[in-house]
Protein backbone atom coordinates (compact mmCIF):
# COMPACT_ATOMS: atom_id res chain seq x y z
CA UNK A 1 0.00 0.00 0.00
CA UNK A 2 1.64 3.41 -0.54
CA UNK A 3 1.24 5.54 2.38
CA UNK A 4 0.58 9.38 1.86
CA UNK A 5 1.90 11.51 4.55
CA UNK A 6 1.39 15.38 4.61
CA UNK A 7 2.91 17.73 7.07
CA UNK A 8 2.31 20.30 8.43
CA UNK A 9 -0.16 18.33 10.63
CA UNK A 10 -1.94 22.09 10.97
CA UNK A 11 -0.55 25.04 9.40
CA UNK A 12 -1.56 28.99 10.89
CA UNK A 13 -1.97 31.82 8.61
CA UNK A 14 -3.02 35.30 8.20
CA UNK A 15 -4.86 36.35 5.56
CA UNK A 16 -3.18 37.50 2.86
CA UNK A 17 -0.23 35.58 3.61
CA UNK A 18 1.20 32.46 1.46
CA UNK A 19 0.69 28.67 2.53
CA UNK A 20 2.93 25.71 1.62
CA UNK A 21 1.17 22.02 2.32
CA UNK A 22 3.47 19.06 1.92
CA UNK A 23 2.20 15.69 0.98
CA UNK A 24 5.05 13.03 0.53
CA UNK A 25 4.35 8.89 -1.02
CA UNK A 26 5.93 6.06 0.69
CA UNK A 27 6.78 4.98 -3.44
CA UNK A 28 6.64 7.11 -6.73
CA UNK A 29 3.01 7.91 -8.03
CA UNK A 30 4.50 9.62 -10.82
CA UNK A 31 1.98 12.56 -11.08
CA UNK A 32 -1.28 10.98 -10.17
CA UNK A 33 -1.72 12.88 -6.89
CA UNK A 34 -4.94 14.65 -6.36
CA UNK A 35 -5.79 17.87 -3.95
CA UNK A 36 -9.32 17.88 -1.82
CA UNK A 37 -10.51 20.57 0.50
CA UNK A 38 -13.00 20.17 3.26
CA UNK A 39 -14.86 22.21 5.23
CA UNK A 40 -16.79 21.28 8.20
CA UNK A 41 -19.75 19.99 7.96
CA UNK A 42 -19.27 19.63 4.29
CA UNK A 43 -17.66 16.84 1.48
CA UNK A 44 -13.97 17.40 0.17
CA UNK A 45 -13.83 19.34 -3.19
CA UNK A 46 -11.32 18.48 -5.91
CA UNK A 47 -8.90 21.50 -6.38
CA UNK A 48 -5.64 20.09 -8.12
CA UNK A 49 -5.62 16.81 -9.85
CA UNK A 50 -2.55 15.37 -12.43
CA UNK A 51 0.04 17.07 -9.39
CA UNK A 52 -0.75 20.63 -11.17
CA UNK A 53 -3.87 20.79 -12.87
CA UNK A 54 -6.86 22.91 -11.18
CA UNK A 55 -10.42 21.76 -11.17
CA UNK A 56 -13.18 23.44 -12.43
CA UNK A 57 -13.55 26.45 -10.72
CA UNK A 58 -10.81 26.66 -8.42
CA UNK A 59 -9.02 30.14 -8.31
CA UNK A 60 -5.27 30.34 -9.42
CA UNK A 61 -4.44 31.24 -6.17
CA UNK A 62 -3.74 27.58 -5.52
CA UNK A 63 -1.68 25.40 -7.45
CA UNK A 64 0.06 22.31 -7.35
CA UNK A 65 3.75 21.02 -7.99
CA UNK A 66 5.59 17.54 -7.81
CA UNK A 67 6.48 14.48 -9.42
CA UNK A 68 6.97 11.00 -7.88
CA UNK A 69 7.15 11.09 -3.78
CA UNK A 70 6.96 14.49 -3.08
CA UNK A 71 4.67 17.30 -4.09
CA UNK A 72 3.21 21.06 -2.58
CA UNK A 73 0.03 22.84 -2.78
CA UNK A 74 0.31 26.82 -2.59
CA UNK A 75 -2.28 29.14 -1.65
CA UNK A 76 -0.87 31.97 -2.95
CA UNK A 77 -2.53 34.46 -0.56
CA UNK A 78 -4.80 32.77 1.95
CA UNK A 79 -8.45 33.96 1.84
CA UNK A 80 -11.00 33.77 5.03
CA UNK A 81 -12.61 31.00 2.94
CA UNK A 82 -9.57 29.00 2.33
CA UNK A 83 -9.02 27.94 6.09
CA UNK A 84 -9.95 24.25 6.20
CA UNK A 85 -8.47 20.79 6.08
CA UNK A 86 -6.51 19.47 3.00
CA UNK A 87 -5.54 16.16 1.52
CA UNK A 88 -3.84 14.82 -0.93
CA UNK A 89 -4.72 11.49 -2.41
CA UNK A 90 -2.82 9.21 -4.89
CA UNK A 91 -4.64 7.42 -7.32
CA UNK A 92 -1.16 5.60 -9.36
CA UNK A 93 -1.00 2.49 -7.10
CA UNK A 94 -3.76 -0.01 -5.29
CA UNK A 95 -5.20 0.47 -3.31
CA UNK A 96 -6.17 4.38 -3.90
CA UNK A 97 -4.99 6.13 -0.45
CA UNK A 98 -5.52 9.63 1.14
CA UNK A 99 -3.03 11.54 3.35
CA UNK A 100 -4.09 12.34 7.00
CA UNK A 101 -4.78 15.75 6.28
CA UNK A 102 -3.40 19.45 6.79
CA UNK A 103 -5.35 21.67 8.72
CA UNK A 104 -5.11 25.01 7.74
CA UNK A 105 -5.97 27.68 10.70
CA UNK A 106 -6.30 31.53 11.20
CA UNK A 107 -3.88 32.46 13.09
CA UNK B 1 -25.18 20.74 -12.19
CA UNK B 2 -23.32 17.76 -10.85
CA UNK B 3 -25.41 16.27 -7.68
CA UNK B 4 -24.83 13.18 -6.02
CA UNK B 5 -27.07 12.05 -3.26
CA UNK B 6 -26.42 9.26 -0.58
CA UNK B 7 -29.08 7.35 1.36
CA UNK B 8 -29.63 4.13 3.51
CA UNK B 9 -27.32 5.19 6.36
CA UNK B 10 -28.57 3.59 10.00
CA UNK B 11 -27.87 2.38 13.41
CA UNK B 12 -27.13 -1.29 12.58
CA UNK B 13 -26.13 -4.21 15.11
CA UNK B 14 -22.31 -6.15 14.95
CA UNK B 15 -22.76 -9.07 11.90
CA UNK B 16 -26.00 -7.08 10.16
CA UNK B 17 -26.48 -6.05 6.73
CA UNK B 18 -27.40 -2.66 4.94
CA UNK B 19 -27.88 -1.56 1.58
CA UNK B 20 -26.73 2.46 1.09
CA UNK B 21 -27.67 4.03 -2.53
CA UNK B 22 -26.53 7.07 -4.60
CA UNK B 23 -28.50 8.70 -7.15
CA UNK B 24 -26.80 10.86 -9.35
CA UNK B 25 -27.75 13.74 -11.90
CA UNK B 26 -26.02 16.37 -14.20
CA UNK B 27 -24.08 14.10 -15.92
CA UNK B 28 -24.22 11.08 -17.91
CA UNK B 29 -23.97 8.41 -15.53
CA UNK B 30 -22.58 5.41 -17.38
CA UNK B 31 -19.70 7.51 -18.81
CA UNK B 32 -18.38 7.24 -15.06
CA UNK B 33 -16.55 4.85 -12.96
CA UNK B 34 -17.98 5.70 -9.77
CA UNK B 35 -16.18 5.17 -5.52
CA UNK B 36 -17.43 4.85 -2.78
CA UNK B 37 -15.50 6.58 -0.22
CA UNK B 38 -15.73 6.14 3.71
CA UNK B 39 -14.53 9.15 7.00
CA UNK B 40 -14.16 8.70 10.22
CA UNK B 41 -12.42 11.28 12.69
CA UNK B 42 -9.88 8.37 13.38
CA UNK B 43 -8.85 6.66 9.94
CA UNK B 44 -9.46 9.93 8.01
CA UNK B 45 -10.69 8.91 4.19
CA UNK B 46 -10.47 5.61 3.26
CA UNK B 47 -11.32 4.31 -0.37
CA UNK B 48 -13.67 1.42 -0.47
CA UNK B 49 -14.63 -0.07 -3.63
CA UNK B 50 -15.07 1.72 -6.86
CA UNK B 51 -17.52 -0.86 -9.95
CA UNK B 52 -16.40 0.49 -13.91
CA UNK B 53 -18.82 2.06 -16.02
CA UNK B 54 -20.98 -0.94 -17.01
CA UNK B 55 -20.42 -2.45 -13.90
CA UNK B 56 -17.74 -4.96 -15.62
CA UNK B 57 -15.39 -4.57 -13.02
CA UNK B 58 -15.57 -3.58 -9.43
CA UNK B 59 -12.45 -3.57 -7.01
CA UNK B 60 -12.69 -3.23 -2.59
CA UNK B 61 -10.25 -2.46 -0.17
CA UNK B 62 -8.74 -5.09 1.71
CA UNK B 63 -10.53 -4.45 4.94
CA UNK B 64 -14.05 -4.78 3.01
CA UNK B 65 -13.34 -7.52 0.46
CA UNK B 66 -15.69 -10.72 1.04
CA UNK B 67 -18.19 -8.36 2.64
CA UNK B 68 -19.33 -5.48 0.63
CA UNK B 69 -20.78 -5.69 -2.81
CA UNK B 70 -20.90 -3.04 -5.10
CA UNK B 71 -23.47 -2.28 -7.70
CA UNK B 72 -24.95 0.48 -10.40
CA UNK B 73 -28.25 0.47 -12.32
CA UNK B 74 -27.15 2.55 -15.28
CA UNK B 75 -30.99 2.92 -15.83
CA UNK B 76 -31.64 4.73 -12.78
CA UNK B 77 -28.14 6.37 -12.50
CA UNK B 78 -27.53 4.82 -9.31
CA UNK B 79 -24.81 3.71 -7.33
CA UNK B 80 -25.02 0.73 -4.59
CA UNK B 81 -23.13 -0.57 -1.69
CA UNK B 82 -24.07 -4.06 -0.26
CA UNK B 83 -22.88 -4.10 3.25
CA UNK B 84 -23.09 -7.55 5.47
CA UNK B 85 -21.29 -8.65 7.95
CA UNK B 86 -20.68 -5.36 9.32
CA UNK B 87 -17.90 -4.38 11.64
CA UNK B 88 -17.80 -1.90 14.49
CA UNK B 89 -14.81 -0.20 12.62
CA UNK B 90 -17.19 -0.05 9.59
CA UNK B 91 -18.80 2.71 11.34
CA UNK B 92 -18.25 5.83 9.37
CA UNK B 93 -19.34 8.79 7.03
CA UNK B 94 -19.65 6.77 3.44
CA UNK B 95 -19.35 9.16 0.29
CA UNK B 96 -20.09 8.18 -3.22
CA UNK B 97 -18.21 9.78 -5.53
CA UNK B 98 -17.76 10.71 -9.69
CA UNK B 99 -14.37 9.85 -11.03
CA UNK B 100 -12.77 13.32 -12.71
CA UNK B 101 -12.50 11.86 -15.75
CA UNK B 102 -13.83 8.54 -16.21
CA UNK B 103 -11.45 5.81 -14.93
CA UNK B 104 -8.76 7.98 -13.48
CA UNK B 105 -8.70 7.21 -9.84
CA UNK B 106 -9.16 10.65 -8.37
CA UNK B 107 -12.94 12.09 -7.13
CA UNK B 108 -14.61 15.05 -8.97
CA UNK B 109 -17.54 15.00 -7.21
CA UNK B 110 -18.91 13.56 -3.86
CA UNK B 111 -22.57 13.78 -2.17
CA UNK B 112 -22.72 14.58 1.23
CA UNK B 113 -22.74 11.21 2.95
CA UNK B 114 -24.78 8.76 4.13
CA UNK B 115 -23.61 7.69 8.20
CA UNK B 116 -23.07 4.41 9.17
CA UNK B 117 -23.11 3.36 12.76
CA UNK B 118 -22.65 -0.21 13.95
CA UNK B 119 -23.20 -0.72 17.31
CA UNK B 120 -25.05 -3.03 19.66
Given at each position: ?18 A ?44 G???G ?27 L ?11 | ?6 S ?67 S ?45
Amino acid sequence: ETVMTQSPATLSGSPGERATLSCRASQSVSSKLAWYQQKPGQAPRLLIYGASTRATGIPARFSGSGSGTEFTLTVSSLQSEDFAVYYCQQYDNWPLTFGPGTKVDIK
Amino acid sequence: EVQLVESGGVVVQPGGSLRLSCVASGFIFDDFTMYWVRQTPGKGLEWVSLISWNGGSSYYADSVKGRFTISRDNSKSSLYLQMNSLRSEDSALYYCAKDSSKDSGSFSRWGRGTLVTVSS
